[in-house]
């Protein structure tokens, strides 16, 4: 069974800075995705950025970057520059890409982080 | 862009009646997807449908059943509501899997609650 583990509940950061969302996982499939998402207070879940568990490089779309350490089964966000608009809910989710169920997607709980001015 | 739309963003209903949640998607999507969102548990399936009249038990499927007549429309149907269904629902789509990186999409979501 899959299993997405986010340990901070809640985080705060400075305007301008970066802060970085904790998303460790656990699968004995070699073959698996993981995926950020963002919900606002609004309630729509937007994706924000995707990494292969047989990617090379760390996945970067603007100013979000995956932290992936694939020893550590951690895929951690980083945002850069952090802005007001950042506060959301962020969710970590994994999917497996092996037998009848690579249609699934295991959430995490969430992290809700807070940007203060 | 996907668009994925879900009928009512939010919905009150009393214990006993039959509650049906609609959601359409616009972008010819194979796969759709129920969930409920809890504070504390994140989200869980409920249902999945990777076909036209074809659907599949998620992880808390028990007191929800599924239609999917047209590609683009899934419903959640909620055939006796009880307090512990008041949740947030949220329905997603995607393309059939055939890259790995293909997210799910996901409508604004709808709360509702059973009285």
């Known amino acids: 069974a899959q299993k997405i583990t986010q340990t901070q509940p809640g985080m705060f950061v400075q305007e301008k800075e970066a802060v970085t969302l904790d998303c460790t996982y656990d699968?004995?499939?070699?073959?698996?995705?993981l995926f950020w998402y963002k919900q606002p207070s609004s309630g729509e879940m937007i994706f924000l950025i995707y990494?292969?568990?047989?990617?090379?490089q760390n996945a970067t779309e603007g100013r979000y970057s995956l932290n992936f350490q694939k020893a550590r089964k951690s895929a951690n966000l980083v945002i850069s520059a952090s802005q007001l608009g950042d506060s959301a809910m962020y969710f970590c989710?994994?999917?497996?890409?092996?037998?009848?169920?690579?249609?699934?997607?295991?959430f995490g709980k969430g992290t809700l982080l807070t940007v203060n001015p | 862009d996907v668009k994925v739309t879900q009928s009512s963003r939010y919905l009150v209903k009393r214990t006993g009646e039959k509650v049906f949640l609609e959601c359409v998607q616009d972008?010819?999507?194979?796969?759709m997807f129920w969930y409920r969102q809890d504070p504390g548990l994140g989200l869980r399936l409920i249902y999945f449908?990777?076909?036209?009249?074809?659907?599949e038990k998620g992880d808390i499927p028990e007191g929800y059943s599924v239609s999917r007549e047209k590609k683009e429309r899934f419903s959640l149907i909620l055939e006796s509501a009880s307090t512990n269904q008041t949740s947030m629902y949220l329905c997603?789509?995607?393309?059939?899997?055939?890259?790995?990186?293909?997210?799910?999409?996901f409508g604004d979501g709808t709360r509702l609650s059973i009285l």
């Open positions: 972008m010819d999507h194979e796969n």
């Open positions: 449908s990777y076909d036209v009249k074809m659907k």
């Open positions: 989710a994994m999917r497996v890409l092996g037998g009848g169920s690579n249609y699934k997607l295991t």
């Open positions: 997603a789509s995607s393309s059939r899997l055939m890259f790995s990186n293909q997210p799910q999409h």
């Open positions: 699968t004995s499939d070699p073959s698996y995705g």
């Open positions: 990494q292969g568990s047989y990617d090379q």
